[in-house]
C-alpha cells in the first residue's frame, strides 16, 4: 500500500492540486499534517522548494528540479508496485519499446495489434531510432537491437537472423549488364553505406575458400532505408539485410545477383532488458511474442542456386 505520508508523495500531491488542503484530501491527511511534512522536508534538504502565498504555492527553483525528480521516482515506484503485484498471466501497465527504423516499420508495426488484442491490459510505447540508447537513461523496458550485445548487464533473447543479399533493380541491370561472379562487381557502381567501410568489403564463396571483394561506386548513403529507394531507382548494386530489400524482392523491383557466391554474414536480432526486469510480466511476454512471431524470419528469401 502506497505510503500516504512520505515526504516526496506529499509534495508531489501539493504541487499538482495547487495546496496544502486539496493535497491533504487525497491523502486523507490534515491540511496541517501536509504543511509540517513538507516544511520537515525542506529542513531535512536544507532549501526552501515552496513558495507560499495566500492564495496558491509554488516551486522555487530548487523545488522545480526536486519536483521533476520526485514525480519520476514515484512513476517508477508505482510501475514496479504494479509488476510485482500483477499475475504473470495477467500483465499491465505501460510498456516502452525502443527499435530500430527498418524491423519497426516493415516487421513489428504489422504484428503489434496481435499483441495489444492478446494483453488488452498493457499499453506500447515505441521510440523509433537507430542509435544505441542507453535503456535506463532513456526510460525503456525493452529495445529491439540488430548486432553483438556488449553491455553484460542486459539480458539478451535472440529473435532472429538477418542475412545479406546482393539485389539490384531491373533497370539497372538492363544499362549494365548482370554479373555472373563476384570479380564481375569491378565493373559496376556498389551503393554503400556511409561511414562505414567495412561494409564495403563483400565475401564470397570461391573454389580456393572465401575471398573478399572491395567494392566501389558513385554514391553512399547514411540509412539502409534510403540507400534501398536508391537501388530501386536504378543508381546501382547493393549489399544489406535481406529484412530491409525482401519487399522489393518479393515485388520485382530489385533482383537477387550471385546468390551462389554471396556470404550471407547472419546478423542476429534480439530483445533486450535490463536484467533488474526479466521477471517484468509485460516485458516477458512481449519477448516471448517478438520470439514467437519472428523466430523463422518471416522476411527470408529464398537462395537462388
Given amino acids: 500500500m502506497t505510503d500516504s505520508t512520505d515526504p516526496m508523495r506529499v509534495l ?86 525502443n527499435s530500430g527504423s527498418v524491423f519497426a516499420t516493415t516487421q513489428l508495426m504489422q504484428k503489434l495489434p496481435i499483441f495489444l488484442d492478446r494483453y488488452p491490459d498493457v499499453s506500447v510505447s515505441v521510440d523509433i531510432t537507430d542509435r544505441i540508447v542507453d535503456l535506463q537513461s532513456e526510460r525503456a523496458d525493452l529495445a529491439i537491437r540488430a548486432g553483438p550485445v556488449g553491455d553484460t548487464s542486459l539480458v539478451v533473447r535472440k529473435i532472429a537472423d538477418i542475412e545479406r543479399v546482393i539485389c539490384a533493380a531491373p533497370s539497372y541491370l538492363a544499362r549494365h549488364g548482370t554479373p555472373r561472379r563476384p570479380e564481375d562487381l569491378a565493373h559496376h557502381s556498389c551503393l554503400l553505406v556511409a561511414d562505414q567501410p567495412q561494409l564495403g568489403r563483400w565475401p564470397f564463396r570461391t573454389e580456393s575458400g572465401i575471398t573478399t571483394v572491395e567494392v566501389k561506386g558513385q554514391a553512399t548513403v547514411a540509412a539502409a532505408d534510403a540507400l534501398v529507394k536508391l537501388a530501386i531507382a536504378g543508381a546501382g548494386i547493393v549489399r544489406l539485410g535481406d529484412m530491409i530489400v525482401a519487399e522489393a524482392i518479393q515485388s520485382g523491383t530489385l533482383v537477387p545477383l550471385l546468390d551462389e557466391f554471396n556470404v550471407v554474414e547472419p546478423v542476429p536480432i534480439a530483445a533486450v532488458y535490463p536484467g533488474g526486469r526479466h521477471r517484468s510480466p509485460k516485458v516477458r511476454v512481449f519477448a516471448d511474442f517478438l520470439i514467437e512471431q519472428f523466430r523463422h524470419a518471416p522476411w527470408r528469401i529464398p537462395r537462388q542456386r
Avoid at 63 to 69: K, L, R, V
Avoid at 82 to 97: N, Y
Fill in 12 to 97: 508531489v500531491a501539493a504541487v499538482e492540486l495547487g495546496g496544502f488542503t486539496a493535497a491533504a484530501e487525497r491523502l486523507e491527511l490534515t491540511p496541517s499534517a501536509v504543511s509540517k511534512i513538507v516544511a520537515r522536508l525542506e529542513e531535512r534538504l536544507g532549501v526552501r522548494l515552496l513558495k507560499r502565498t495566500t492564495r496558491r504555492i509554488g516551486l522555487t527553483p530548487e523545488g522545480e528540479s526536486y519536483f521533476a525528480g520526485a514525480k519520476f521516482i514515484l512513476a517508477e515506484i508505482d510501475e514496479m508496485e504494479a509488476a510485482v503485484g500483477a499475475s504473470s498471466t495477467h500483465p499491465k501497465g505501460l510498456l516502452r519499446v
